[in-house]
T-cell receptor, first 109, second 115 residues
Framework: QQQVKQSPQSLIVQKGGISIINCAYE??????FPWYQQFPGKGPALLIA?????SEKKEGRFTISFNKSAKQFSLHIMDSQPGDSATYFC????????FGTGTSLTVIP | DSGVTQTPKHLITATGQRVTLRCSPR?????VYWYQQSLDQGLQFLIH???????AKGNILERFSAQQFPDLHSELNLSSLELGDSALYFC??????????????FGNGTRLTVT
């Protein structure tokens, strides 16, 4: 079964808006939660990551919010730009990597 | 640039054929992972090698096999190809034996088209 559930499948946001992508997991053994960004024709690239002992991590316009009790985490992209248009994957790491199914983000100028 | 090199970038072949995909990990990385990415599915984990030894298997078909060589490069062999095998195949590497504390670094993939 899908170890990490990701939503939405696709997202369209106006330039300057906030993009929010959500992920949920079940296995409490996961202890590292990275987000990957993938542009067409390229491999996924590590964007930002968080550990469950922290509720929020911010790097520039990208923020991960983590809710350990709810077993949910989300990626917020502030001031979204057309260059942010890409597919985003959340992941959870335990004894293996488990990826979400991806969110295709389109930022409209 | 992730430092992971995959060749070839594109591969077109016919059903029933056999192909080999190659991956060179980042310098110093001992782990190599293979993933399959189809249009309607996310990243499907196939297999993980560490320093030449198989560590974990995911949803890898019996028609597929892989190995990691002493110089740490890895090859993924796909045989008796079917139309449904058309996908992007990614290799990723990391320095550690397991996933903890160690994000993956992906190559740019090999796009396989089976006709």
């Amino acid at each position: 079964q899908q170890q990490v559930k990701q939503s939405p499948q696709s997202l369209i946001v106006q330039k300057g808006g906030i993009s929010i992508i959500n992920c949920a997991y079940e296995n409490t053994a996961f202890d590292y939660f990275p987000w990957y960004q993938q542009f067409p024709g390229k491999g996924p690239a590590l964007l930002i990551a968080i550990r469950p002992d922290v509720s929020e991590k911010k790097e520039g316009r990208f923020t991960i919010s983590f809710n350990k009790s709810a077993k949910q985490f989300s990626l917020h992209i502030m001031d979204s730009q057309p260059g942010d248009s890409a597919t985003y994957f959340c992941a959870a790491i335990g004894n293996q990597f488990y990826f979400g199914t991806g969110t295709s983000l389109t930022v409209i100028p | 640039d992730s430092g992971v090199t995959q060749t070839p970038k594109h591969l077109i072949t016919a059903t029933g054929q056999r192909v080999t995909l190659r991956c060179s990990p980042r310098s110093g990385d001992l782990s190599v992972y293979w993933y399959q990415q189809s249009l309607d599915q996310g990243l499907q984990f196939l297999i993980h090698y560490y320093n030449g030894e198989e560590r974990a298997k995911g949803n890898i078909l019996e028609r597929f096999s892989a190995q990691q060589f002493p110089d740490l490069h890895s090859e993924l062999n796909l045989s008796s190809l079917e139309l449904g095998d058309s996908a992007l195949y990614f290799c990723a590497s990391s320095p550690s034996i397991d996933s903890y504390n160690s994000p993956l670094h992906f190559g740019n993939g090999t796009r396989l088209t089976v006709t």
